[in-house]
């Protein structure tokens, strides 16, 4: 699994080459999140309240 993080200004990311292989199935699966007054760098062993999200999956991708 790889993971890929997107901040509030960006809109599209590239799949690094040699990611993903020919002949397999993927999707992808997208979290949004919110916290308000928090900072991401430091964010992620600091339990910050209020907070939510949301997640979703795409269907099947095939790579050619």
């Known amino acids: 699994m790889s993971r890929m993080y997107l901040g509030p200004d960006d809109h599209s990311l590239k799949v690094p080459p040699g990611l993903l ?9 997208l979290t949004a999140q919110t916290a308000p007054g928090a900072n991401p760098e430091r964010v992620w062993f600091t339990l910050v309240v209020p907070f939510s999200s949301a997640t979703t999956s795409s269907a099947l991708l095939s790579v050619q």
């Open 21 to 29: 292989a020919p002949g397999r199935n993927y999707y992808l699966r």
